[in-house]
């Protein structure tokens, strides 16, 4: 019964995102803006990756090294830019919060989806895919909360 | 505005894009390894129309302990060898009509412990003549079958064996076998056909049989058989090369296939030879496993009554005196010849009237480890003393000697490398007749070719099986990986707490009233609610929330 595995997990990833959107955010935040946001995404962690492999060199995940570590982090802060890229046009809260819930079901979209259904559907049973599934359901909470810090943030000066 | 929107959605379908390419590096640190093992698969046969063997070969099905007295039906039996017996293979798939069986072997089941080879032959037998109507596989013990064992007794019910990859049987219908024959000229040289020396010829069989194909290397029998043939050509090929050291016996090395199946190979040669060659035949020496023990037993057919015919008697002489020079035990074991079961080589010659004996450390045919696949080990020792005995008696007839025996010694003495060489490419390579991989062909064409390097001229002999006993085809060594699964009632109680979940995020969103209405709507009719959605005008809400 490893398919009902696979859809339990898959149900657990991505039903949470529709209800959200279609039951609170669809007001806010149509489609058009929500695809958008996709995109940007995408771009934003493509731009991410390219950085990451100029800058960072080290492949060795193990070895500590507090110049690569401050310059992950930096990194990191391209989100900024990409939110910032979309507050430009809109900025309302449920617009920011929208935007953020994109950004999560792209992001299992990307990263879990695939891993999911090819995995969860084999024989051998691993609790990995139920902790995906989870911490899918975390990463909506992180990243609509980070997209409001950032709307806020860029709101005050008004 | 628009233009803007256009440029940047066309950058982002090229990231898209990228993320694509990327995504198999980030499957591929994910993917779990499931531990994989080793199995051997029981042979299947039909004998003269009966269906007997291990009837199916796939395997996906949960696996239960031998000890468990749970349902066996539907499930893979991982069995030890204490768990095993002929009583409880008969019952496991008679009452209580276990799916399949694994059975794990001990690593060094063969000289260790004789009470455990005993044991194994006994259920060895037992399955190899009945009719199993369900997949049996052989493993030897190793980590993986340790950490089967572990996780069957951590979480019984949860673990899972499939074989994947597996060939389905087929019949293996016009099995061809060859037969190898040197022949070394004595004094005067020649031609075989017009030579009129007596002969000598000394015959083993090299294939073997055992319940597991991919098993049955058989090391003494008949490898080591195989293998003193060799050493024997070896020798007398050194002694013939000089004039002055030829004898007044031409010596013929024959090397037979199917030696398993009644000896078809040994009757096709002695169909198939000219019949001026075998009227000339003095003696023949059958060689089968000889290697170990340090009693040797001669098997003959000839009855007390013919001890007196004097090539009988000669012959006898001739084996005990040798025997008593070398110190070592001798045993005349007289047995009738079966015409329907040949159970030793000689019987095929002693059908002919030739006069021949076989060889052998077995005190009767009826020993079962000539048929296992435990035989996978000799004693390079027993192994060479017992080829000095032979290789005595025919120095002895050979060159008619009366007493000291120390022809093999100095430049002709037995090389054990050679012995070990061979001992340790048979321990490789399984040479069951019907099931000849391409490996094993090369070894046995090698030896073919050895036997033509030492004689003057070697002879290739191509014969068909008989159809009485059909084996078939199909994967003999598999790959079983060991899943730990989940029961339906585990994913099942998982689906309702998705759902709770669920409809608390929604009854959180919207309060308990409307969400009530909303997972109503849901309910009562899909259809209803999608053409009211249709009508409010938001038909890509479904589709634009996934993305």
């Known amino acids: 019964m490893t398919f009902l595995y696979c859809a339990n997990c898959l149900a657990l990833t991505f039903v949470p995102p529709w209800i959200l959107y279609k039951y609170k955010l669809i007001e806010f935040a149509p489609v058009a803006l929500v695809v958008q946001a996709a995109f940007v995404y995408a771009g934003t962690q493509l731009f991410q990756m390219i950085l990451m492999a100029t800058f960072v060199p080290s492949a060795d995940p193990h070895e500590f090294n507090v110049s690569q570590e401050c310059m992950k982090a930096f990194i990191t802060l391209a989100d900024v830019l990409g939110l910032h890229y979309l507050f430009q046009k809109r900025s309302s809260m449920g617009t920011a919060a929208g935007i953020g819930l994109s950004w999560s079901a792209t992001e299992s979209l990307f990263r879990r989806l695939v891993p999911l259904w090819v995995e969860a559907r084999s024989l051998q049973f691993s609790w990995n895919h139920l902790l995906t599934s989870i911490e899918a359901n975390i990463s909506i909470a992180i990243h609509i909360a980070f997209a409001l810090l950032v709307w806020l943030w860029i709101r005050k000066p008004n | ?547």
């Open chain 2, 1 to 547: 505005m628009y233009g803007r929107v256009g440029r940047s959605s066309l950058l982002s379908t090229q990231c898209f894009l990228g993320l694509l390419v990327s995504l198999p590096l980030v499957l591929a640190s994910n993917v779990h390894d499931v531990p994989t093992l080793e199995a051997y698969r029981m042979f299947e046969y039909d004998d003269k129309g009966q269906q007997l063997g291990s009837r199916k070969s796939a395997v996906n099905m949960l696996a239960v302990p031998a000890s468990s007295s749970s349902e066996f039906g539907r499930r893979v039996v991982v069995a030890d060898l204490q768990d095993l017996s002929a009583v409880y293979v008969e019952k496991l798939f008679v009452e209580r009509s276990a799916g399949g069986l694994l059975a794990i072997l001990p690593k060094d089941i063969d000289i260790e412990n004789p009470e455990q080879r005993s044991k194994w032959l006994e259920v060895e037998t037992a399955l190899a003549k009945m009719r199993v109507n369900a997949p049996v596989y052989f493993a030897f013990e190793s980590n993986q079958t340790q950490n089967l064992k572990r996780m069957l007794e951590a979480n019984p019910g949860e673990v899972q064996l499939s074989a994947t990859g597996l060939v389905s049987p087929t019949k293996a219908s016009n099995v061809q076998g060859a037969n190898f024959q040197g022949w070394l000229p004595g004094r005067g040289g020649g031609e075989e056909s017009s030579s009129s020396r007596p002969i000598i010829a000394i015959v083993a069989h090299y294939d073997t049989l055992g319940v597991a194909p991919e098993l049955a290397v058989g090391l003494d029998s008949n490898g080591s058989g195989m293998i003193a043939l060799l050493q024997l050509a070896k020798l007398f090929s050194k002694l013939y090369s000089s004039k002055r050291q030829q004898g007044m016996y031409d010596i013929v090395f024959v090397l037979t296939g199917a030696g398993k199946s009644e000896f078809t190979g040994t009757k096709y040669w002695l169909e198939h030879t000219d019949s001026r060659l075998l009227d000339r035949i003095e003696f023949v020496l059958c060689l089968d496993s000889i290697g170990y023990g340090d009693k040797v037993y001669i098997h003959t057919s000839k009855q007390k009554s013919k001890d007196s015919v004097p090539a009988v008697a000669k012959l006898w002489d001739v084996l005990k005196s040798t025997a008593e020079d070398m110190n070592i035990p001798l045993e005349i074991v007289r047995k009738k010849v079966n015409l329907s079961d040949f159970s030793w080589e000689h019987e095929q010659f002693s059908r002919k009237d030739i006069l021949a004996v076989t060889v052998s450390r077995h005190s009767t045919h009826r020993a079962d480890i000539r048929s296992s696949i435990l035989d996978r080990k000799l004693d390079v020792q027993a192994l060479k003393k017992n080829i000095l005995f032979v290789g005595n008696v025919m120095a002895k007839v050979v060159y008619d000697l009366k007493k000291p025996l120390d022809v093999f010694e100095g430049s002709l003495s037995l090389n054990s490398a050679f012995l070990e060489a061979w001992a340790q490419e048979l321990a490789g390579t399984p040479r069951m007749m019907q099931y000849l991989g391409p490996d094993a062909i090369k070894t046995i064409e090698k030896a073919g070719q050895l036997l033509k390097e030492y004689t003057a001229e070697m002879t290739r002999q191509m014969f068909s099986l008989g159809q009485e006993k059909v084996f078939y085809i199909g994967t003999s060594k598999a790959q079983i990986s060991v899943y730990s699964v989940r029961p339906l009632s585990f994913d099942l109680l998982m689906s309702l707490l998705v759902f709770t979940y669920l409809v608390a995020l929604l009854v959180g969103i919207q309060g308990r009233v409307e969400a009530q209405k909303t997972i109503m709507s849901l309910f009562q009719g899909n259809n209803k609610s999608l053409t009211e959605f249709r009508f409010i005008g938001v038909p890509e809400s479904d589709h634009g929330s996934d993305v």
